[in-house]
């Protein structure tokens, strides 16, 4: 059948299904997944009541020593930590608790614990510095009552501005108890379970967010596609070809700077030993044909041939054994490769297309047992340094590279950013599998790809980026200008990894400039603030940089355009450093402000302006704006482009 032929073509499309491609956009977007309706509404409760932790760190108070331990068990399953008690913590419990209770974290202060112990433990814990939320399991035993253990921790709930969750392990004698924490904002659940499954969707919407906001590094990625790729597959497509050969492949990896091992073809056993002559032994054999992608399958590979008489009766054998598995495929000849000897592991990434989200990334632990071990972690092109790293850090081999001491993870990084950005420049390809890439203790290398492209008919129908959910960079909104004393700047639209360099720019506002562009004086600028700014999605918001680099690299200026829902009108905003006013940089950016807002479509793009600024004023009335007024001490610049 088609649809079988169509899924055996990469190991991609087995990889990532359905629900792990939902996963994948709902942590791009900062959202968290629940696995059931109970903790949907026990997280909406949450949210409500109690602050986010800022680490998985949990410190647990109990007074029955099972359900502690259960608790432990499942706050490491779900991937917590127990606090480590500081020093100061330890010795403080140990004043006030009895030898033989278990000072060490989960504290369990013992069934017989009054309330006045309940009490010195939990205003103790709170003070610890290491613990960033707290979790109090009661069972109804000892002096200590249910009742007054919940007015205890509620008196003492203003002590600490961590999350507080409770277990009250009992109905009839704990829901008058639950209902008194629950009154006053303090979360409880009648299981620890619950508790503690609470905290870590807690934690990560936390950890979220963090991501939204971290900073990339910036790496050195290219964005012009070179054109005689291009060329490759128009050719493919013209013979009716589906998929690239290795060769090809190899190739147009090769392009993107990503490392691949040097690959000669060989169509006669005396090719294949001249080959093998030139890269040195030992080689890989592997055959060639169009009809088959995965050469395992069918024995297609040869590993550890060490001389020229093993090259050519390994050549010889290899095509017959593939004719008896394959009698009507068309079989090219073989690729020789220089054989890897030491190798700490295999490692997989590709990408397909999604009906729901298009294109999508996927990383994971490689070789002949991809989809049976089912490591695999997806994420959406375009990435930068930190979305790499965070797609790297949802596979299982993540863990075994950083355990194994390797120092490959930034170029990993770097060959997943690459790979983002071939994907972004080529609508023609609909799936593309690298497997493997050996990655050795200092390096990583691809040695097998195979890349299957869209028939005519279904790339015919694909508007442009329109098979990518997240907008890639626009590089088309790149230029070069030169300001009125000479110096050559870039105009470029404004990226993640540009935070410090824009928040240098905002130091650089002298107060008059801050009320010009903000309407008041910022003291200082968050970096959640800052990553707003920078962290944009193109699609509904374009901010235009000016970067100088003679003597530094550095912003001297930005333009911003957010479009309104509808996408019909659009407001924009203007700023340049006071040292680089008065060389034409404004209007320059006003005037790509203006060329971006017809590109996109807009009817109209207005900004407010400060009745004072008057050279914004005068700039604006020139460039064809019709200034009308808001109130005494501002005006609204209004410019219809259709």
């Known amino acids: ?37 109970d903790d949907l509404f ?92 707290f979790l109090i399991i009661y069972t109804p035993q000892g002096a200590a009552g249910p009742v007054e253990t919940a007015r205890m921790i509620v008196e003492l709930s203003g002590k600490t501005t961590k999350p507080i969750l409770t277990s009250l392990m009992g109905e009839d004698n704990c829901w008058k108890a639950r209902r008194i924490l629950r009154k006053n904002g303090i979360l409880a659940f009648t299981t620890p379970e619950q508790a503690v499954s609470t905290f870590m969707y807690m934690y990560s919407y936390t950890r ?20 005689f790729l291009k060329e490759v597959l128009r050719k493919a497509a013209e013979e009716g070809r589906r998929v690239l050969s290795l060769p090809e492949s190899l190739s147009l990896l090769e392009s993107y700077k990503i490392p691949t091992i040097k690959t000669l073809v060989a169509k006669t056993p005396k090719e294949a030993s001249a080959a093998a002559s030139e890269l040195g032994y030992p080689v890989v054999l592997k055959i060639l044909s169009p009809q088959i992608t995965h050469k395992s399958k069918v024995e297609g590979i040869v ?23 394959k009698p009507r495929a068309k079989i090219q000849g073989v690729a020789v490769q220089p054989m890897i000897q ?3 592991c295999e490692i997989f990434v590709g ?36 979305l790499a790293r965070r797609l790297m850090e949802q596979a299982a081999v993540y863990k075994f590279l950083r355990s194994s001491g390797c120092s490959v993870n930034a170029n990993l990084e770097e060959i997943l950013v690459r790979f983002s950005q071939l994907v972004i420049d080529f609508p023609e ?66 990226k993640p990894e540009d935070e410090t360099l824009l928040f240098e720019l905002f130091q650089s506002f002298s107060e008059q400039t801050m009320r010009f562009r903000f309407f008041q004086v910022i003291k200082d600028m968050s970096h959640e603030t800052l990553t707003r700014y920078c962290n944009i999605d193109y699609d509904r918001e374009i901010a235009i940089i000016a970067e100088e680099k003679e003597d530094k690299k550095r912003i001297i200026g930005a333009s911003r355009l957010i479009l309104e829902p509808g996408r019909k009108r659009g407001e924009f905003a203007v700023v340049v450093g006071d040292q680089w006013q008065g060389f034409g940089l404004g209007s320059k950016l006003v005037d790509n402000i203006i060329e971006i807002g017809r590109d996109m479509g807009l009817k109209t793009i207005s900004g407010d302006v400060l009745s004072r600024n008057l050279k914004m004023i005068h700039l604006c009335t020139k460039k064809g704006f019709k200034m009308e007024p808001v109130d005494e001490d501002t005006k609204k610049a209004i410019l219809k482009l259709s």
């Open 429 to 494: 390809i609909k799936e593309i599998d690298i497997n493997p890439i050996i990655v050795s203790e200092s390096d990583a290398v691809a040695v097998d790809a195979r890349i299957s492209l869209e028939t005519k008919r279904k790339l015919q129908k694909k508007q442009h980026h329109k098979y990518l959910v997240v907008a890639p960079y626009p590089t088309k909104y790149v230029t070069r200008w030169k300001l009125k004393n000479g110096i050559s700047v870039a105009l470029r639209p404004i």
């Open 42 to 133: 026990n997280c909406a409760e949450a949210l409500a009541m109690q602050p986010n932790p800022k680490s998985p760190n949990l410190t647990i108070i109990t007074n029955a020593g099972g359900p502690g331990i259960m608790a432990t068990d499942f706050l490491i399953a779900k991937g917590g930590k127990l606090s480590h008690l500081s020093s100061k913590t330890i010795q403080a419990l140990k004043s006030i608790l009895p030898s033989y209770c278990s000072i060490l974290n989960p504290i369990d202060i013992l069934e017989e614990a009054t309330l006045d112990r309940f009490q010195k433990v939990t205003e103790i814990c709170f003070k610890d510095p290491n613990s960033d939320g």
């Open 342 to 344: 030491k190798k700490m």
């Open 208 to 227: 979220n967010l963090e991501l939204l906001y971290e900073t990339p590094e910036e790496l050195s990625v290219e964005f012009s596609v070179p054109t």
């Open 303 to 325: 590993l550890n041939v060490w001389s020229p008489e093993h090259v050519q009766a390994s050549f010889k054998e290899l095509v017959e054994r593939v004719r008896k598995y």
């Open 1 to 37: 059948f088609r649809e079988s032929a169509e899924a055996a073509l990469c190991h991609t499309g087995a990889l990532c299904g359905e629900d792990a491609v939902y996963d994948a956009a709902f942590r791009r977007a900062g959202v968290v997944r629940v696995e059931a309706i």
């Open 351 to 386: 990408s397909k297309k999604d009906p729901h989200f298009g294109s999508v990334i996927a990383f994971g632990m490689g070789g002949t047992a991809v989809e049976l071990l089912e490591d695999v972690s997806v994420g959406f092109p375009p990435l930068n340094q930190v």
